[in-house]
């Protein structure tokens, strides 16, 4: 993401002309002005989208930031989104996280899928499309295929290549799933913000057509792999829907991330590798 300060065009067409913008450094480019925050878009329709769905949607226990329109009405301008600023910093309160994980999806069960969830990652990849490969490869019949068929490059590291067998080696333990697919937000471990006793905050919604027991075996993989959580989260969690098999396609989904996105560090691998483990071992 860029952190080159929004133009003043832009600002403007969100009426913050005469407000000055200060740098947010942890928030992927974005810059606060005053009680809105500008943030830079890397898919205009996934930006717009997520907008349209935070300017109405109310969940119980979570504020949502709202988004600020232009003056012509629009969501997105020139590559840039306004949101209301909310405080708070993301925390290791991995439980509550899931716990706000599930009354977020009981909101968003009634939303339908958005066309761009259905279409396949096409070359030239940004971001969004290691995400939407990745989360394929977690549950086609055979992860990544689609990909190695188009010509894409294979993980090139040893951490990678390493994440590609392990897939293949978790991807023979699936089994059929019940449990319905809707809209979720796939990315939630690091973006709720807590700020002390306040109700917790959520500035955007990664989407992904997935159960929602899924992304919460999404956060528990991603606390275990990377946030220092304690080993119980696993068990304290099991009486989701499928709890073993939405934990082993959020490992899965880890992995492929790893393995095809370019700023991967060999750094995040053995804790991803051991989180596998676990979830092995609960299967």
């Known amino acids: 993401m860029t952190s080159v300060e929004p133009p003043e065009h832009v600002r403007a067409t969100f009426g913050l002309r005469e407000v000055a913008p200060v740098a947010l450094g942890d928030w992927d480019g974005a810059w606060r002005l005053g009680d809105v925050v500008l943030s830079p878009v890397a898919d205009h329709a996934r930006a717009a989208w997520s907008a349209k769905v935070r ?115 978790l991807a023979t333990l699936r089994k059929s799933v019940r449990t319905p697919a809707q809209l979720v937000h796939g990315d939630l471990f690091g973006t709720v913000l807590f700020a002390g006793a306040f109700t917790p905050g959520l500035a955007d919604i990664t989407p992904y057509w997935r159960p929602a027991p899924w992304a919460a075996g999404v956060i528990v993989v991603d606390a275990l792999s990377w946030g220092g959580a304690d080993d119980g989260l696993l068990e304290r969690w099991s009486d989701l829907p499928e709890w073993p098999q939405m934990l082993l396609r959020a490992v899965m989904f880890r992995l492929a991330v790893h393995a095809l996105h370019p700023r991967s560090t060999p750094e995040a691998f053995p804790g991803l590798a051991r989180t596998a483990d676990m979830v092995r071992l609960m299967l």
Do not use: C
């Not at 309160?93 to 096409?122: G, N, Y």
């Open 55 to 169: 300017e109405t949607l109310k969940v119980d226990g979570l504020r949502l930031a709202r988004p600020v329109r232009a003056t012509d009405g629009r969501y997105v301008v020139s590559g840039w989104r306004a949101d209301t600023y909310l405080d708070g910093n993301p925390e290791p309160r991995h439980d509550e996280v899931v716990s706000i994980s599930l009354r977020l999806h009981q909101a968003t069960a009634r939303l339908e899928r958005p066309r761009f969830l259905v279409q396949p990652p096409v070359a030239p990849w940004m971001d969004v499309d290691v995400f939407v490969a990745a989360d394929r490869a977690a549950w086609e019949a055979v992860p990544l295929r689609g990909l190695r068929a188009g010509g894409t490059p294979p993980a090139g590291s040893p951490d990678g290549q390493r994440s590609m067998q392990l897939i293949g080696q």
